[in-house]
């Protein structure tokens, strides 16, 4: 399995994410179902941080069950080539057509946790999401769009101000790290 082979070769950037491949690494050999959204524990999801070609801005969505500015991404759902889905659900979420990964390799992983909610007039329970996210890179001038049953609105907004127009306080020390991320990758491309 690749995914399995690409989490073990991650150089984890902190110790949440060392923490993370660990507990990622062992749900991967222990549930078989791991790849679908039955699992009720625990499945795997794929997001992205898509900037802009100058990699000042990131793209970011309303989240309607959040009530929050987030990034894209979504559940695999028997999928195992999470770049695939990371790509699939950045162009489902933003409309944007002109995209690319910049890394093929895993940009960041983390354990998610997802509160009980209701989605299309049935509870879902409290679970987590084994989460892989890849660095993308779209065209500011594409248009954009709106993915009604799942947000309310995207636009581009500029590295300063990801952490500020989040109102989920979990995902703040997430999107700055995926900011320092960017800001390191950027000075070794130069």
């Not at 795997?44 to 802009?52: G, L, Q």
């Not at 910049?102 to 209701?118: A, K, T, W």
């Not at 769009?145 to 703040?172: F, G, Y």
Request: aromatic share 10%; with cysteine; net charge negative.
């Amino acid at each position: 399995m690749k995914i399995q082979k690409n989490i073990e070769n991650y150089s984890p950037w902190n110790e949440q994410e060392e923490v993370d491949k660990q507990i990622i690494l062992r749900y991967l050999k222990e549930y078989p179902d791991i790849f679908y959204r039955e699992n009720p524990i625990a499945h795997f999801s794929a997001s992205s941080w898509i900037v802009n070609e100058e990699r000042t801005k990131v793209l970011m969505v309303f989240h309607n069950l959040y009530q929050s500015f987030s990034w894209s991404g979504g559940h695999a759902d028997g999928e195992e080539n999470l770049l695939h889905v990371a790509i699939k659900e950045a162009k489902e979420e933003t409309g944007i057509c002109n995209i690319r990964p910049l890394l093929e390799d895993i940009y960041s992983m983390e354990i998610l946790c997802v509160n009980g909610h209701q989605k299309k007039g049935k509870y879902v329970a409290s679970h987590v999401h084994l989460n892989i996210t890849y660095l993308l890179e779209g065209k500011e001038d594409d248009e954009l769009q709106i993915k009604p049953d799942e947000n309310s609105a995207v636009k581009w907004v500029e590295l300063e101000q990801v952490t500020k127009i989040c109102e989920e306080a979990c995902m703040k020390p997430i999107y700055d790290k995926l900011n320092q991320k960017l800001k390191k990758y950027q000075n070794e491309t130069c």
